[in-house]
């Protein structure tokens, strides 16, 4: 098992910067993805970004250019720049290793004037 603690997310102006920070601890070995996804009302959960041990990075296209996602060992983080009204949703870490996924609770990120 794997557990996950995230933390970052509020409200922030358009424009505003935001920072998400997810902590994993548990059974981690060999190769694993840790990442973000996003879900907002009426829509499917997507990926925002996630990264390799070896700093792989795959990102939305939609995000690309704003985020960055980067950790340090076992703690993933998500600089979000230029945020814009469209990135209002619960964020969600992930961690995944050897077929099985885990997810933190989810943190919410409004992006409103």
């Known amino acids: 098992q794997v557990q996950l603690v995230e933390s970052g997310g509020g409200l922030v102006q358009p424009g505003g910067s935001l920072r998400l920070s997810c902590a994993a601890s548990?059974?981690?070995?060999?190769?694993?993805?840790m990442g973000w996804y996003r879900q907002a009302p009426g829509k499917q959960r997507e990926l925002v970004a996630r990264?390799?041990?070896?700093?792989m990075t795959d990102y939305a296209d939609s995000v690309r250019g704003r985020f960055t996602i980067y950790r340090d060992k076992n703690t993933v983080y998500l600089q979000m720049n230029s945020l814009k009204p469209e990135d209002t949703a619960v964020y969600y870490c992930?961690?995944?290793?050897?077929?099985?996924?885990?997810w933190g609770q989810g943190t919410q990120v409004t992006v409103s004037s």
């Open positions: 992930n961690f995944a290793q050897s077929g099985n996924n885990y």
């Open positions: 548990g059974s981690i070995f060999g190769f694993n993805f």
């Open positions: 990264i390799a041990r070896l700093s």
